[in-house]
C-alpha cells in the first residue's frame, strides 16, 4: 500500500479522549497515524503546505470501538425471544435446553463461508455507525473443529473489512449437553485453547463464570494455560448472581470483567487494583430485562474505568448499535454522555489491551468518526438514529 501524504483537517469540533480542544479544531494525519491534534489557531507551520479538508464544524472523534462480540454465530434464537415475552426467564431458557448450547448446533452445522456470510451484516452495520476495531469470540463451537472455525471466520472478517479485528478464546461459554464441566474443560476448551494460539487465532482469553457455566475454580484453570502461553484474560463475571469472578478477573490481572450487573463495592476494589476495565453491556441488560445495576458509583468512586459495548449475541443481546449501547447506558446506568463516549474509545481500546486507538492524539492511529452532530452529548441522546459522516480508518476514508 502507497504511504499517503499529510493531510489537515480543519474547522472541526474535537472530542479526543486526550486534552480537551474548546472552539475550531484541526487533525493532522500522515499514513496511518495522527501527527497532530489541537485548536487551529496553534497549529503548526510545518503542515501549512498539506492538504485540508474542511469538516464544517463537525464533530471528530475516536473511530468506536466494540470490545465485546458474539458477531459469528449461526442461526438466531428470536423464539427464545418469544418465549421470554410469554414469562420465561433467560436462565429458564437456557436450562431448557435454548440459550447458548442452542445457538451451539447452528453454529456447528454451518460451513466457515456460512459463519462468514451470516457476520458479515452484522459487522457491517457497526462499520456503518464508525466502529474500526471490534471484537470477536469464540465460545458456540464446544468442540475443538468448531471453536478454531470460529476464530479462523472471525480472522476473516477483519480481512474482508476495513476494520481491525481481536479475538477472544471463549471455550469455556457453555457445558455442552452430555459432558460434565471439568471433563469439558481437560478433554475440549483447553486443547482448542492451545491449539487455535499456536495457530495464531488468539489474543484474548475469556470465560463466562455463573451458575449455568462454570465456576471460579474451574475459570481459573482455563486462565492459568491463558498466563502459560502469554495470554490476557477477561471474563464474563457477575451477569446474573455473584460468583466471584470479578474478583478472579482482578487476581489475574485480567483485561476487563464484562458485565458486573452483581459486582459489589469490594469487586470495584479490586479491579480499581489490578487496572481492569469493568466493561458494561446495555443491551444484555435490556434484552433479558435485568433489574440489578450494575455499581456504576463503586467505579466512578474506586476509579475504575468503564468501557461499553453490544455483546452483540443471538441470545442475550441481539443488537449491532453502539450508538444505542450509549444511549442506554446512559439511561439504564445513568452514565453520563462523556462517559458513553469514552466507553466506546479509550476505555475500550483498554478493555482490549490496545494502547493504539480509543484516543486523538500524536502518535494514535487515524482512526476517526467525523459526525454530523454538534456535541459529543448528541451521539448518545438520539434514538435510532445515525449522524455518521465518515470513517476514517488508518487514515483512509472507507
Ligand atoms: N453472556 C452473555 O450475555 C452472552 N454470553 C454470555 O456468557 C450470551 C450468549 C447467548 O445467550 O447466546
Ligand atoms: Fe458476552
Not at 479544531?25 to 489541537?38: D, K, R, S, Y
Not at 490481572?253 to 464484562?258: E, K, M, T, V
Request: hydrophobic fraction near 45%.
Amino acid at each position: 500500500m502507497e504511504t499517503l501524504p499529510p493531510k489537515v483537517l480543519t474547522n472541526a469540533r474535537l472530542a479526543t479522549m486526550a486534552d480537551p480542544v474548546a472552539g475550531r479544531g484541526a487533525v493532522v494525519m500522515g499514513g496511518e497515524t495522527v501527527l497532530w491534534a489541537g485548536a487551529e489557531s496553534a497549529l503548526p507551520t510545518d503542515f501549512s503546505a498539506a492538504e485540508t479538508q474542511d469538516m464544517g464544524g463537525r464533530l471528530i472523534t475516536p473511530a468506536l470501538i466494540d470490545c465485546h462480540t458474539h458477531i459469528v454465530h449461526g442461526g438466531h434464537r428470536a423464539r427464545e425471544f418469544e418465549m421470554r415475552l410469554e414469562g420465561a426467564s433467560y436462565e429458564e431458557v437456557a436450562r431448557a435446553g435454548g440459550g447458548i448450547v442452542s445457538t451451539v448446533t447452528a453454529t456447528r452445522a454451518a460451513s466457515e463461508d456460512e459463519l462468514l456470510a451470516q457476520a458479515l451484516p452484522r459487522m457491517d452495520a457497526l462499520i456503518a455507525e464508525g466502529a474500526t476495531t471490534i471484537e470477536v469470540k469464540s465460545g458456540y463451537g464446544l468442540d475443538i473443529d468448531t471453536e478454531l472455525s470460529m476464530l479462523r471466520v472471525a480472522r476473516r472478517l477483519g480481512d474482508a473489512r476495513p476494520v481491525r479485528v481481536r479475538t477472544s478464546f471463549l471455550g469455556a461459554h457453555a457445558v455442552p449437553k452430555g459432558q460434565g464441566a471439568d471433563a469439558y474443560l481437560d478433554d475440549v476448551c483447553i486443547p482448542a485453547l492451545r491449539a487455535a494460539h499456536a495457530q495464531g487465532l488468539v489474543d484474548a482469553v475469556d470465560g463466562f463464570c455463573e451458575g449455568i457455566a462454570f465456576s471460579p475454580d474451574q475459570i481459573a484453570r482455563v486462565f492459568d494455560v491463558a498466563v502459560e502461553l502469554g495470554l490476557p484474560v477477561k471474563l464474563h463475571a457477575e451477569q446474573l448472581s455473584h460468583l466471584g469472578g470479578t474478583a478472579l478477573a482482578a487476581r489475574y490481572g485480567a483485561l476487563s470483567a464484562d458485565h458486573v450487573e452483581y459486582a459489589t463495592d469490594d469487586d470495584a476494589r479490586a479491579l480499581a487494583a489490578s487496572g481492569t476495565v469493568a466493561v458494561l453491556l446495555p443491551g444484555a441488560f435490556y434484552s433479558i430485562r435485568e433489574t440489578q445495576q450494575p455499581p456504576v458509583a463503586a467505579f466512578r468512586a474506586h476509579g475504575v474505568p468503564m468501557a461499553l459495548a453490544s455483546d452483540c449475541n443471538p441470545g442475550s443481546s441481539p443488537l449491532t448499535s453502539l450508538l444505542l449501547t450509549m444511549n442506554m447506558a446512559c439511561t439504564f446506568f445513568r452514565l453520563t454522555p462523556d462517559e458513553a463516549l469514552r466507553g466506546v474509545t479509550v476505555h475500550a481500546a483498554r478493555a482490549l489491551g490496545l494502547t493504539d486507538c480509543g484516543v486523538i492524539a500524536p502518535g494514535k492511529r487515524a482512526d476517526l468518526a467525523v459526525w454530523n452532530v454538534e456535541t459529543p452529548a448528541e451521539l448518545a441522546y438520539r434514538i435510532g438514529f445515525n449522524p455518521l459522516h465518515q470513517r476514517i480508518f488508518g487514515g483512509r476514508t472507507c
